[in-house]
């Protein structure tokens, strides 16, 4: 085993175990799951989020090796169109659709997909039996997100091809049990038999090691591109993420849909609301319609609703799409090359 | 650099490469700093956890080459200066002592660690500049708890050896930022010069080897101790936690002291009286005195406090000490081992 001359052999360099080591390293392949499902150079999704992720993010991800997502549920079915005619001029790379099963016209998104050749369609929020048939009947991969593991024997029972397993500290909607991406990676990993994405709380090459450590076959990635200069994001929202500090997101909403927001009026407004234990309908009025563009779009820090994960944090700087990835892949070979030299 | 062979160039095995390799093999040295600090074989400490970790988890842990530590916070300083007594008695091997600073009698417990010499002393909940230098004095090793970077540059200012950096998904107290361990380690790791010990969420080698990946130095492991047969936990509780579901744990009581509690008659009170808005002396009431020895110690499963992680959901059998150390050990071994050959 290779460990053993890693972990207590360490001065047993005999030409035989020379010998061994080479045969081990011949025997390495390209062999990652998510890669090879996609036909990508790195197991990196850019999650599909709303009003952040258009053609240009999306292009620009799968144009770094990654593979880009355009985030349909902020789209009409017609702006849905366009956006993917715009992506497929802007790459020859692979790219998909994040499509929120929930969405009012999802049957119209659907026949869009379908009929402008989408080969990668990535589910959320929502029953993955209802569409996932459709569209592999289609020659379309399916992948679902879920922030459980019950969802994620659904969706594999369902016949998705990859699972997003997304803990608590993601950005935007969120799961009700709160369970961290450290803990749901191993509760899926035992339960499913597909390839598994990590999402949430990842930002960097070093949380990429972290979950490959876990058992995962690749990361999906929000925040980190939503400070990208492709993002559709309104510049004021991005500069927010790159200044927000630890603490400065925290899961909301509770009794309607949980959602990580960034703290400012709106967020104080609903935290005040929340901790008055007002109604549902009251909370539902209190948050309106288009909160969300008008934060993340239109750029009101003040009164909209500011999307984004724990992991802001961590984010500094606004950077190209292919900045982002290549920083990540360049921090992810280093830390691996630490980890193989460390010797517990 | 090592990666090179494994990332790019994987038919490049030529004597040249060997011979470097060979020598990069031949620099691995052990030379962790938790383990290096503590003297200890791994880097993996048993956190002191109150009702649950007395003489007999501490001393097995140590024996078994982590390092136990007896959790003082549910102690007379007579029953802590026996326990401390009966773990000199039960290993040679370095243990230490989990320090509650708000304890009502701390000075008393200070008193009985150093006329005891212990040599490792973990404090947390509380100002890491009040004890601290009096504990350096005596040549005792300080670490503090943190669940956040400020407070983790304020303890390395005061002086501690090493931090723990705990994150949302631990049992028992808790930060308010909610803050997961994922996020946390690095941003930690961003403004400490001091050694990380990650804790939260970990139960597994998978998840020691994760932390490695992202930076910290050593783990803490709460959750899977309990169900230890060495543990003081009561049976029921032990068996509870085994049989525990994921989603089982929340984090509660977040108006007074947020703490991470498992599902039961006790959880549904105070859930309902949060939902319902209740005031702090109404929640002080009905948490009343005694509910964590009640629940952890005589086993009371419905009305008293569960504290328990996350990571309970992946806990199935209560085993001894040194067989959940040699499990870690082996599932990192073989973990690192699958890791170093993948080639992303």
Not at 48 to 60: D, R, T
Not at 109 to 135: C, D, M, Q, R, Y
Request: with cysteine.
């Amino acid at each position: 085993m290779v460990s053993d001359y890693f972990l207590d052999n360490n001065d047993a360099i005999t030409p035989n175990n020379i010998f061994n080591f080479v045969t081990i390293i011949k025997s390495y392949k390209m062999n990652n799951k998510i890669a090879h499902l996609f036909n990508i150079q790195y197991p990196i999704i850019q999650g599909g989020m709303i009003w952040c992720s258009g053609w240009e993010l999306a292009s620009a991800v799968s144009n770094a090796g990654g593979l880009g997502l355009i985030g349909s549920g902020s789209m009409y079915p017609d702006t849905l169109r366009d956006q993917i005619k715009k992506c497929k001029m802007a790459t020859n790379k692979p790219f998909g659709v994040n499509v929120p099963l929930l969405y009012p016209d999802i049957h119209k998104h659907i026949e869009v997909i379908i009929s402008e050749g989408v080969k990668i369609v990535f589910t959320s929020a929502g029953n993955p039996n209802t569409w996932t048939k459709t569209l592999k009947d289609n020659d379309i991969k399916v992948v679902h997100v879920v922030s459980n593991s019950k969802f994620a024997k659904k969706a594999e029972d369902a016949g998705v091809d990859a699972i997003v397993a997304e803990g608590f500290e993601a950005g935007g909607h969120n799961g009700r049990e709160e369970t961290t991406t450290l803990c749901l990676i191993p509760l899926i990993k035992k339960i499913a038999s597909i390839p598994i994405i990590a999402a949430g709380g990842i930002g960097t090459g070093r949380a990429m090691l972290a979950m490959e450590a876990l058992g995962a076959d690749g990361v999906q990635i929000g925040s980190r591109f939503v400070a990208s200069e492709e993002a559709s994001a309104n510049i004021n929202f991005k500069n927010c993420v790159i200044n927000s500090k630890e603490g400065d997101t925290k899961l909301m909403l509770k009794q309607l849909t949980p959602v990580r927001l960034l703290k400012n009026n709106f967020f104080d407004a609903v935290q005040d609301a929340e901790n008055k234990g007002v109604s549902i309908p009251e909370l539902t009025l209190l948050l309106g319609k288009g909160r969300a563009k008008k934060g993340m779009f239109l750029g009101d820090l003040d009164e909209g609703e500011l999307e984004i994960g724990q992991v802001a944090a961590l984010i500094k700087e606004i950077k190209s799409a292919k900045e982002i990835v290549d920083e990540i892949i360049l921090e992810y070979k280093q830390a691996k090359e630490e980890l193989l030299s460390s010797n517990r």
